[in-house]
């Protein structure tokens, strides 16, 4: 696959434009309505020591991120350094958070993968099963979180309108044909995938190695949520942390939002308010802390991103 067709696969379309600016609008308002004294209140009230833990263990988050990329890279047999790898990394990652939308973090990977001489069909597979495995990862502790979506959903049902079935009914025909485009779009996915992966099913040390990896990565945004949450005075067990969390990440990649703007925060919010009975003002406290590390953390890849634009531009012009 060429730059140029990956480019083109990875621009937002229309539909996650307008649901970013939707998303967003719908948070400011969110945000308005439960009033901004009471988000800065909560974000004031968590100390200093906790911020500058949270923000270290998002730079190791980071670094995991790399390292599980870089597995996948050598286990292809790809000459680069796990420096070079690292600094691409940090470059997609700036990308994704600052750059206009046209040039993702992945088609920032991909340039740099090939300004390294390295193979532009195997970065590009690469790529791929490295958010496979992220994915993977994130699925494995989503029954942690269950138990929680049990209870509300049956408190939910306890205090509904017994007396509103249309609206059970109405649910179920839109899920169901909801459901039924999803199915015939995952087989098209499915397949795309299998010819990404593919070489990597002869690889199986090389998968488990990046899931491991993984966990790291994994360990480390359930810990900085789990500490947030802690400096506010809610404590929440960790498995309950990982389960939740999972679940927003998996909200995240519905395809409304650019890289999760307004939807991660809001899927936060109400996630670990309505499932975990976090107060409101505290879980957008935390959502908006864990936006904000994250961007920062993605701030190296300033650095190195000038050498890599030129293969982008390069690349898409060809």
Known sequence: MSLTTASKSRRPSLLRIIGSGLTIALLIYLLSQQGWEAIWLAVQNISWPVLVLTFAIMIVS???????????????NMEISLTDS???????????????????????????????????????????VDRLVGLAGMA????????SIITYFQQLTIYSNINSPWLFSFAATSSKNWWHNIWNKGIDLLIRLYEAM?????????????????GIHMVCFFSIISLLLHGLHEDIPFYQVAGLYSLVYVITLLPISINGYGLQEISISYVFSKLAGVSFANA?????????????ASL???LFLPGILPNVKANKND
């Open 140 to 147: 494995l502790a989503i029954p942690f979180g269950i138990p």
């Open 284 to 296: 957008v406290a935390v959502a908006l802390l864990f936006r904000t590390f994250t961007m920062i």
């Open 62 to 76: 980071r670094l995991a991120v790399s390292a599980r990329w870089h597995v996948l890279l050598r286990s292809a």
């Open 198 to 214: 593919k070489y990597w099913f002869t690889q199986p040390t090389a998968l488990i190695k990046a899931l491991a990896i993984t």
């Open 300 to 302: 190296p890849g300033a």
């Open 86 to 128: 690292t600094k691409i990394t940090f470059a997609g990652l700036f990308a994704t958070n600052f750059l206009p939308t046209t040039i993702g973090g992945d088609v920032v990977r991909l340039a740099g993968a090939i300004q390294h001489k390295l193979d532009g069909t195997i970065a590009t597979a690469s790529l791929i």
